[in-house]
């Protein structure tokens, strides 16, 4: 196996760590209150999905193997619930924060990751 998908993983999980730090921030604070429940509720979904896709996506379409996408993406995943759930728990939260956001975040990220890298195989091999 190589490193470069644990490394992507790492990238991209990085980045999703600082977005899920900051929706932690904006959802948890009361001086956020004002912020609409609703659209922060999709963006906490759709930023760590188009991540988890990005980071399987482009493992895979560098190695050509699914494989290497879905472990980009449960590395990523892995990274963003753990880091999720460490907010939780720095506004008071349980400490069972942390590990179903692991939990979550790597089986999430693993099948986003693996049905992205079926797309970039798939378009690799259309357009050989």
């Known amino acids: 196996m190589s490193a470069a998908p644990v490394l992507t993983g790492l990238r991209v999980g990085a980045v999703l760590a600082a977005a899920v730090v900051v929706l932690a921030v904006v959802g948890l604070t009361p001086s956020f209150s004002w912020?609409?429940?609703?659209?922060?509720?999709?963006?906490?979904?759709?930023?760590?999905?188009?991540?988890?896709?990005?980071?399987?996506?482009?493992?895979?379409?560098?190695?050509?193997?699914?494989?290497?996408?879905?472990i980009a993406g449960a590395v990523a995943g892995l990274l963003s619930g753990v880091i999720g759930g460490l907010s939780y728990v720095a506004f008071g939260?349980?400490?069972?924060?942390?590990?179903?956001?692991?939990?979550?975040?790597?089986?999430?990220?693993?099948?986003v990751g693996v049905i992205a890298a079926r797309l970039a195989m798939r378009r690799t091999r259309a357009s050989s």
């Open 35 to 70: 912020v609409p429940e609703l659209p922060l509720l999709l963006t906490a979904m759709l930023i760590p999905v188009i991540g988890f896709g990005f980071a399987g996506y482009r493992s895979a379409a560098q190695s050509h193997r699914a494989l290497d996408g879905m």
């Open 93 to 111: 939260k349980p400490l069972l924060n942390v590990i179903v956001g692991a939990l979550i975040g790597g089986a999430g990220g693993a099948t």
